[in-house]
């Protein structure tokens, strides 16, 4: 069964970081391109970050904040955040692609198709 299971999400203070992961079952991970989206309340889903192959593409909000990885042996990706603000709050999804993404439609919801279930990340003092 093709899965993607989002996990590390929780209460932080504004400054913090947290690691958000997505670990793959079913496929083979490095595959595909794998993004990360959030949506906050009352809020449309948006695009954080991608990784496919060879690059890595990150929305302006999260641009030097945030960093995308993967490893392969444990077919899991990672988005780690530091330096939150409260207006990263939302519920972080994971989702795969097989087609290759570039920096124009990398954010397009319609190119994605499995999505996880999401974890809350709340940044609050």
């Known amino acids: 069964q093709v899965q993607l299971v989002e996990s590390g999400g929780g209460l932080v203070q504004p400054g913090g970081s947290l690691r958000l992961s997505c670990a793959a079952s079913?496929?083979?991970?490095?595959?595909?391109?794998i993004g990360w989206f959030r949506q906050a309340p009352g809020k449309e889903r948006e695009g954080v970050s991608y990784i496919g192959s060879y690059r890595t593409y990150y929305s302006d909000s999260v641009k030097g904040r945030f960093t995308i990885s993967r490893d392969n042996a444990k077919n899991t990706v990672y988005l780690q955040m530091n330096n939150l603000k409260p207006e990263d709050t939302a519920v972080y999804y994971c989702t795969r692609t097989s087609t290759r993404l570039g920096g124009s439609d990398w954010s397009a919801r319609w190119a994605y198709g499995v999505w996880g279930q999401g974890t809350q990340v709340t940044v609050s003092s």
């Open positions: 079913g496929f083979t991970l490095d595959s595909y391109g």
